[in-house]
Structure formats: structure tokens, C-alpha cells
């Protein structure tokens, strides 16, 4: 532990040494061993113009992947399946992968496909699981069924 963090400790308490640790932690800056910088995965270098989004980006050692859908015909397995597929892509190629995500949100252009897209998706990230919210939308771009974007760690 440092002077600083000991003098937290002394004036915080366990409460204010364990944030201060946790923080030290998880953010590199704040110790200055690293500056944290943005890095984009998967741009295209002959884009004439500045893309909408980017669909991979890292920052630290955390990784954004952008909602990926299935824009072809099918059914709501068939299109979980694509879009879990094509998440394992954008990951693995990052750095990461579907086990270390942390985060998911599944967007559903019919809430009723919930169960059958549920059916699919069990166990495509390991055996623990990111959190997750899933959205009933109204439409998705592109008519895909499902949407899913991530935040995982490297």
C-alpha cells in the first residue's frame, strides 16, 4: 500500500481504502503505469468517408462491440445463432472472447421470439454468463430479428 493510500485508509476508513484500491485497480491511468487510449478493431482503410460508427472499439482493457445483426432471411434461431457467431468474430479478433463479456443487450423486433432466441443464446458465453437486458424494439435496422451489442474485457 502507498503513503497516499495509507493516508486515505487512515482518513477514509476501510470503506474509502477499498475504492481507492479497486480504482487503482481497474484503471491503469490512475497509476500512471499506462495511458489509456482508444483503439478502433476491423476499419475499413479505404473508406472514403468517416464511417457512422465504428463496430469494434477498445479502450484499456475493455472492448465495445457495436449491435451486430443477421441481414439475411431466417428465423429467430437462425438469426441468434449468425449474430452470436459474428460477436465471437469481433471478440477473438479484439482479443477477447464471449466468456470474458461482461455485459450484453438484445434488442428483439418481436418480443414474442424471446423464449426461442433464449434457446440459442443459453451457454454461448460459458458457464457464467454476462449480464444482460433484453428490449422488445419496434424495428431493427436492416429487418434482422435480433440486435446484440457487448462490452467485454481483454
Not at 484503471?27 to 464511417?51: H, I
Not at 458465453?125 to 430479428?145: K, M, Q, Y
Request: glycine share 10%; hydrophobic share 40%; charged share 20%.
Amino acid at each position: 500500500m502507498s503513503t497516499s493510500d495509507r493516508r486515505k485508509f487512515l482518513k477514509g476508513g476501510v470503506a474509502g481504502a477499498a475504492v481507492t484500491a479497486v480504482t487503482a485497480a481497474a484503471v491503469p491511468q490512475a497509476r500512471g503505469q499506462e495511458k489509456l487510449t482508444k483503439k478502433v478493431f476491423g476499419r475499413n482503410p479505404n473508406a472514403k468517408n468517416t464511417p457512422l460508427f465504428s463496430n469494434t472499439v477498445g479502450y484499456g482493457n475493455l472492448i465495445f462491440v457495436s449491435g451486430v445483426g443477421a441481414h439475411v432471411p431466417g428465423d429467430i434461431a437462425s438469426h441468434t445463432k449468425i449474430v452470436l457467431e459474428d460477436l465471437k468474430k469481433r471478440l477473438e479478433a479484439a482479443g477477447s472472447s464471449m466468456e470474458k463479456c461482461l455485459k450484453a443487450t438484445v434488442y428483439l423486433a418481436k418480443g414474442e421470439d424471446y423464449a426461442e432466441m433464449n434457446k440459442v443464446f443459453q451457454g454461448a458465453f460459458g458457464p457464467e454468463p454476462p449480464v444482460r437486458t433484453t428490449v422488445a424494439a419496434a424495428w431493427i435496422p436492416g429487418d434482422s430479428l435480433v440486435e446484440i451489442d457487448v462490452i467485454a474485457y481483454i
